[in-house]
């Protein structure tokens, strides 16, 4: 196949993700909701973080972490 025929398909797995993604609320949680909600240490979640596993906001001097970007973490 070539790209110009796997784009359409693209297209269709990128509204799917969109789509999925609207499931899970984008609120912004501290380090501690967020070890709170998957009862885990905030230093597990500074180690995921530092691993690129799991991305944070860090303005306002915290680390803020998207509620909808922990669930995709859990979920692997």
């Known amino acids: 196949m070539t790209s110009i025929e796997l784009l359409p398909i693209r297209e269709q797995l990128e509204r799917i993700e969109k789509k999925l993604d609207g499931n899970f ?42 509620e909808s970007d922990v669930r995709k973490w859990l979920n692997g």
């Open 25 to 66: 609320s984008n609120k912004f949680l501290s380090i501690n909701q967020v070890s709170a909600l998957v009862s885990l240490s905030t230093s597990t979640i500074r180690r995921s973080v530092e691993r690129g596993h799991l991305k944070c906001s860090r303005r306002l001097g915290k680390m803020l972490f998207l």
